[in-house]
């Protein structure tokens, strides 16, 4: 395990609509009452914790449990930001941002997935070996602090194909916004009440997730997508990924269905920007961006 950064500080924002499609009540709006219901059955959870290390990935999920935690838990409470090539350099600068603007005790930790054979050949159970490298990092602190591992899973993601909750249980972790029952909805309510900036932030899963299965997960593979999605989000394509196709050579870009045809009549600067990145070919998806599309793959893989 490699240490490379802590951070801290404070203050915060409110957010409103959610740019991936997801309205977020304001502070004062009709569901006040069940967002702090959940709050309060959130901090009750955490009050059981002697001790808490937040797998903090700076999106929506883990950026609540990270602030609720150092409220509640104080100095016992430390997020860990596990980085490897599957994390996009925006999306660690932002979780740095995070953590200091709000004062949490926040450490990197390098974790070494990209190095393990299982992981690169991105079969269905990728996530699997990637939560594994992720626990492996952190057992040292853990041990430590005398703390469990926290992930940031909500409900709904309990119905997803998500292989690293089996190494998250096997590893003994827990997930108190899941034992709160808040889904991602909630999670986005209690933080726009908290003035959480991340209260809108669209999901921005693994760099890896954007893979097809079968294709080997490698850093130059990670970089081209990285590179095309902040190239996307430049031209104003704030929910955007970049799903690469045939060993990285194929880009099929996807937006929300409201954007094609801003994108279509950008594509000229769009696939520019894409072949610049290192693919080969720009394709546009015209189902329109969501969530887990390369799962439809998963039947097809040898079992």
Do not use: W
Not at 142 to 160: E, H, I, P, Q, S
Not at 230 to 245: K, T
């Amino acid at each position: 395990m490699g240490v490379v950064d802590d951070t801290t500080s404070e203050t915060g924002a409110t957010g409103a609509a959610d740019t991936d499609g997801t309205t977020v009540p304001r502070r004062d709006g009709p569901h006040g009452d069940a967002v702090s219901d959940g709050l309060a059955r959130l901090t009750a959870r955490l009050r059981r914790q002697d001790a808490l290390i937040v797998a903090y990935s700076g999106g929506a999920d883990s950026a609540l449990l990270a602030f609720a935690a150092a409220r509640v838990l104080g100095a016992r409470a430390l997020a860990v930001t596990a980085v490897s090539p599957s994390l996009a350099a925006a999306e660690r600068a932002a979780a740095r941002a995070f953590a200091r603007r709000h004062g949490l005790a926040h450490v990197e930790v390098c974790t070494d997935e990209a190095d393990r054979p299982e992981y690169a050949a991105n079969g269905a159970d990728r996530c699997y070996h990637c939560k594994s490298a992720l626990f492996d990092a952190v057992a040292p602190l853990a041990a430590a602090m005398g703390a469990r591992v926290a992930l940031g899973t909500n409900l709904d993601d309990l119905g997803d194909h998500r292989p690293g909750q089996r190494a998250a249980a096997e590893r003994g972790a827990v997930a108190p916004l899941v034992e709160a029952g808040l889904t991602k909805a909630a999670v986005r309510e209690i933080s726009a009440k908290l003035g959480l900036e991340t209260a809108a932030k669209p999901a921005a899963p693994c760099l890896a997730s954007r893979v097809e299965y079968g294709d080997r997960v490698t850093p130059e593979v990670l970089r081209r997508v990285e590179a095309a999605e902040a190239a996307l989000r430049a031209m104003g394509f704030p929910v955007c990924r970049v799903r690469a196709h045939a060993g990285g050579t194929l880009a099929r870009v996807e937006v929300p269905r409201a954007e094609i045809p801003r994108v279509t009549e950008l594509r000229e600067r769009v696939d520019a920007a894409v072949r610049g990145a290192g693919f080969t070919f720009c394709s546009l998806d015209l189902s329109g961006f969501a969530s887990g599309r390369l799962n439809a793959l998963l039947p097809l893989l040898p079992s």
